[in-house]
């Protein structure tokens, strides 16, 4: 089930389910879980800790500044659906760089290379 906006608590709790809605769940659990599945097996640790700093610097405000832009959205889309996106976009650009070439052996070229295709998707 992916929502349950339109349903009644009875309903929900005859499916034996428990519902956290997205907005109260916020979007870490998200990116906690791609930091840990989506990303290459052969992504450096390095690597995965400078993706957890840029997140963390530019995530909030990021989002801040979606949220305060004067002509509204056409169609409305949630933190999650957002991070989503930004999370498969990076996805794509480290699997891409992961099957031509690899990571490298020197830690620091990837934080390099994907600091400007961060900026760029967000």
């Known amino acids: 089930v992916d929502s349950l906006v339109n349903a009644s608590p009875a309903t929900v709790s005859r499916c034996a389910m428990v519902y956290l809605d997205p907005v109260d769940l916020g979007y870490k659990p998200f990116l906690n879980h791609w930091y840990r599945c989506k990303l290459p097996s052969t992504l450096p640790q390095s690597a995965i800790e400078f993706l957890r700093e840029l997140m ?10 979606l949220n305060e832009l004067k002509d509204p959205w056409h169609m409305p889309a949630s933190k999650v659906n957002v991070l989503q996106t930004l999370c498969y976009l990076l996805s794509t650009f480290l ?17 390099a290379a994907a600091a400007p295709s961060f900026f760029f998707d967000q």
């Open 56 to 65: 963390d610097f530019s995530l909030d405000k990021g989002f801040t500044f």
């Open 95 to 111: 699997n891409y760089l992961d099957k031509h070439g690899g990571f490298g052996e020197d830690d620091q070229r990837l934080p």
